[in-house]
């Protein structure tokens, strides 16, 4: 079965700080997609990086950056020098593979809250 | 393009009542789904439409929910004799083929 934990519940900054948040996976598909998704108080899902299983390249997209590493089945998201703007709740999610016969339905994990005070 | 609509944004209803949510995604998105999150919670994964053909239910589905996509343009969900279990935010998303995800603001219901 396919599951996401993020094991930290909430986290707290002050601003500027550097903060990763940490996400483990489990699945027995050999392709699939990870996502990183952010909630802010208003509650819309923003879609922040997708990422196929077939790439561990590191990204980075301004402040943020993400690691991948299929050997310990993680996809960490590391924002540097974090802002106020930047409190929400951060979720990871899952999906499975290519082809047009997949779902693509997402598997979230529980989220982390992420809170930067100023 | 203007992302993903839901409507309504708020709905309390009373226990027993049935209620319909529309989502109108991003124009030429072939895939629609629904999920649904609770306080503290991800979202959970509660179905699927590849245009106008349903193709995946989960088990969270009870048969008091049902949801449509005619034309494979906009969806509805519709649950019947709403139980205060009920009470979440029911969220749409919409992508092309299997491509990320953009998602609704939600509909917020809350059962009386």
């Known amino acids: 079965a396919q599951k996401v934990t993020q094991a930290q519940t909430e986290i707290s900054v002050v601003e500027k700080e550097d903060v990763t948040l940490d996400c483990v996976y489990e699945?027995?598909?050999?392709?699939?997609?990870l996502f990183w998704y952010k909630q802010p108080p208003s509650g819309e899902l923003v879609f922040l990086i997708r990422r196929n299983s077939f790439d561990e390249q590191n990204e980075i997209s301004g402040r943020y950056s993400w690691n991948f590493q299929k050997s310990t089945s993680s996809f960490n998201f590391t924002i540097t020098a974090s802002q106020v703007v930047d409190s929400a709740v951060y979720f990871c999610a899952l999906s499975d593979g290519y082809g047009s016969s997949n779902t693509g339905k997402l598997i979230f994990g529980q989220g982390t809250t992420l809170q930067v005070k100023p | 393009d203007t992302g993903v609509s839901q409507d309504p944004r708020h709905k309390i209803t009373k226990r027993g009542q049935n209620v319909t949510f529309r989502c109108d995604p991003i124009?030429?998105?072939?895939?629609l789904y629904w999920y649904r999150q609770t306080l503290g919670q991800g979202p959970e994964f509660l179905t699927y439409f590849q245009n106008e053909a349903q193709l995946e239910k989960s088990r969270l589905l009870s048969d008091r929910f049902s949801a449509e996509r005619p034309k494979g343009s906009f969806s509805t969900l519709e649950i019947q004799r709403t139980e205060q279990g009920d009470s979440a935010m029911y969220l749409c998303?919409?992508?092309?083929?299997?491509?990320?995800?953009?998602f609704g603001p939600g509909t917020r219901l809350t059962v009386t």
């Open positions: 124009s030429e998105h072939n895939r």
């Open positions: 998303a919409s992508s092309l083929k299997n491509y990320e995800q953009y």
């Open positions: 699945t027995r598909d050999t392709t699939y997609y």
